[in-house]
């Protein structure tokens, strides 16, 4: 009895073993949540177990995209839009992502940099609306003055933000502070629907929407061809894009300046060179704005942040982008489990002490180090 059942189990075994090893690659763009395309990269054993995971994604993305909207009111839904819209007046009852992010944001501001502010909508909304103008009109437009976005400024204090996590509610005590979760909202959604295909036992992916990227496990079949790191062949690899413009501009117009193999971690970016409008002298000005000087921040063309959790990397690239260079790399080199690469303007490229050229990243033009 004992021989037929190790025999028994033994086929078991081999059949589990063989269905593991019928993988399949698959990839789907997704398009709408947050106003852009969410790439979705996996391995799986049929068509129908993909399209379920696809199906999950692309309901969760939707769900947290209205969840933080500040532009727009859902039905049967509050959020970001309904608690702004009752600053000053009444409490509003909200789902418990949208609490959590309020925590995880105003901690964070707290603890690691006061450059990220939930409660700075007032002075984001006016580049907002220059912005939009400037769009159409060929992307040309004016600038708020100094003196508008001081006056919008003094209503931003993140302490007017109150939270009761056992009722689930939000209330704003000052009716003009407006609540903006453009700095995080999309890497901690990213985070959530990554930290959801896990449960569900998906142990390999690549999900990347709009410069945030998070990675789990590695290929289950080895990609051919050649990479400019062997690593690529059975691991996921991102590339660090290139602004294509001003000192990184490429006679071959290449999109990338670097390469990193990821295996579990995530990667965002926040940069210059995507949402922006010019003034009529040619004065670039992006949606990136430092909340000590009230205008675009001018450091860096984009910085890279490389960690496991995707909502705290976009916490951490919007903040480093509003540091000086010096001030940034002290903070990264603090932290644990935390790494990034900056482009400068002068078209050189820096990374932290963690990296190193060669070892899971490769930049792709040495003589742009420095």
């Known amino acids: ?35 852009t395309v969410t790439t979705y990269i996996t391995y799986a054993h049929d068509e ?13 993305l939707e769900y947290y995209d209205q969840l933080f909207d500040k532009y ?29 992010l309020l925590e995880i944001s105003i901690k964070r501001h707290k603890e690691i940099s006061s450059k990220v502010n939930i409660a700075f909508g007032s002075v984001i909304d ?19 003055s100094y003196t508008q976005l001081k006056k919008a ?11 009761d996590n056992e009722k689930k509610t939000v209330y704003i005590t000052d ?53 400019y790191l062997n690593d690529c062949q059975d691991k996921y690899c991102i590339g660090i894009q290139s602004p294509q413009d001003g000192n990184f501009a490429h006679e071959d117009g290449s999109e990338n ?17 995507q949402r922006f409008y010019k003034d009529k002298n040619g004065v670039k000005y992006h949606h990136l704005i430092d909340p000590d000087t009230l205008y675009p921040a001018i450091h860096f063309r984009s910085v890279s942040i490389i960690t496991e959790d995707s909502g705290y990397a976009d916490f951490l690239s919007s903040a480093v982008f509003l540091m000086k260079y010096e001030d940034g790399l002290k903070l990264v080199n603090s932290l644990d489990g935390v790494e990034a690469i900056w482009l400068l303007e002068d078209g050189k490229i820096r990374y932290s002490n963690g990296l190193k050229d060669g070892n899971n990243l490769y930049v792709i033009e040495k003589e742009r180090l420095k």
């Open 257 to 273: 300046e670097a390469v990193l193999v990821v295996q579990g971690e995530s990667i965002v970016t926040s940069g210059d060179y």
């Open 1 to 35: 009895m004992k021989k037929i059942l190790k025999i028994c189990l033994s086929f078991s075994f081999l059949l589990i073993t063989g269905c593991q090893d019928s993988y399949q690659y698959f990839s789907k763009n997704i398009v709408g949540p947050f106003d």
């Open 175 to 227: 009716k003009d502070v407006s609540i903006d979760l453009g700095a995080t909202a999309k890497g901690y959604a990213i985070e959530l629907v990554k930290q959801q295909l896990i449960n569900k036992g998906v142990d390999n992916f690549l999900l990347s929407g709009g410069g945030n990227v998070a990675s789990y496990g590695q290929r289950k079949i080895t990609k051919e061809g050649d990479f």
């Open 126 to 144: 006016i580049w907002h609306r220059y912005r939009e103008n400037a769009e159409s009109q060929d992307g040309v437009g004016e600038v708020p």
């Open 48 to 60: 129908k177990e993909f399209d379920e995971q696809c199906q999950m994604i692309e309901e969760k």
């Open 153 to 163: 400024n003094q209503h931003t204090d993140i302490q007017s933000i109150k939270i």
């Open 72 to 100: 727009s009111s859902y039905e049967q839904l509050n959020n970001v839009y309904t608690i702004n819209k009752n600053a000053g007046k009444k409490v509003v009852k909200v789902d418990q992502p949208l609490i959590d």
